[in-house]
């Protein structure tokens, strides 16, 4: 169903600016041509569509348009000045589409677990820029599922997704819990816990990542405190020269998820 809106009609934009800021909990705000199509090709629940007037010129624009409509989806017509209303960017991306918080809960991610699982653990990060970032690098890294802590930026807000460019669709994930509940999740499966520390008793490149594991990161400003590096299995550290102190924590992120990588796809049979 298509339909006109006008500022008189803004019971959809109200709803989609209450989504937009985080005061409905089973809906995200996706934002922006590329999102949107990877939202759509995710099969991602799309409870409505709002677009402006002009993205419909665009064949790209109009060409997704048409099939979310043609799925059956709600689509709302919009002028330039009301999109920039409920827009979360500076600048509007044209489209916006209010869609199902995809799975997070724990039983949903434990069914999507190989029986050797590669994790990212990211506890206490706040900047969802960051948290965004380490979902993308950890899908190109082939990790198989993200645990976000109950003291982590939401995984779904607008920015962290705009940061993961998709992978927040496609990860399995699993949020909420406490970061000593995951790390006994972790030993209840024989997931060895992996670390990130500023001293950690080894180099990253010194230890193997084989099998079974998780890599987990720290807040941005202080890391892991040292009872949470205790209850990991080993912590590892990343070299450093001149005065730098440390890496943003999604770049230390992406060093360790891609040297496990490496080893694990290096040691695969065949």
């Not at 709002?50 to 993205?55: D, K, L, N, Q």
């Not at 665009?58 to 060409?63: T, Y």
């Given at each position: 169903m298509e339909m006109k809106i006008t500022s008189r009609d803004n019971s959809l934009l109200r709803h989609a600016r209450a989504v937009r800021d985080g005061k409905v909990d089973d809906s995200i705000f996706v934002e922006g041509l590329r999102l949107c199509e990877e939202a759509f090709s995710s099969s991602?629940?799309?409870?409505?569509?709002?677009?402006?007037?002009?993205?419909?010129?665009?064949?790209?624009?109009?060409?997704?348009?048409?099939?979310?409509?043609?799925?059956?989806?709600?689509?709302?017509?919009?002028?330039e000045k009301l999109l920039e209303s409920i827009s979360y960017t500076s600048t509007p991306q044209g489209i916006v589409v209010l869609a199902s918080r995809p799975p997070h809960d724990q039983a949903t991610f434990n069914k999507k677990q190989p029986a050797s699982p590669f994790l990212v653990i990211l506890h206490g990060i706040n900047n969802p820029v960051n948290v965004g970032a380490i979902l993308r690098t950890a899908e190109a890294a082939g990790v198989t599922g993200a645990v976000a802590t109950a003291h982590t930026s939401d995984a779904f807000s607008p920015k962290a997704l705009r940061g993961a460019m998709g992978s927040a669709f496609r990860v399995p994930i699993w949020t909420g819990s406490e970061y000593s509940e995951v790390i006994e999740w972790c030993a209840q499966r024989g997931v060895r816990t992996i670390c990130g520390a500023a001293r950690g008793s080894k180099i990253y490149t010194e230890i193997d990542w084989g099998g079974a594991v998780a890599v987990a990161v720290g807040p941005e400003s202080v890391g892991l405190s040292v009872e949470e590096i205790a209850l990991a299995e080993e912590s590892v550290r990343i070299p450093m020269q001149g005065s730098v102190e440390s890496l943003n924590v999604a770049v230390a992120a992406g060093l360790l998820l891609y040297e496990a990588s490496g080893q694990r796809e290096r040691n695969e049979p065949g």
């Open positions: 991602l629940k799309i409870e409505g569509v709002i677009y402006s007037e002009e993205i419909t010129r665009k064949e790209r624009a109009a060409s997704l348009i048409q099939q979310l409509g043609a799925a059956g989806n709600k689509l709302a017509s919009v002028s």
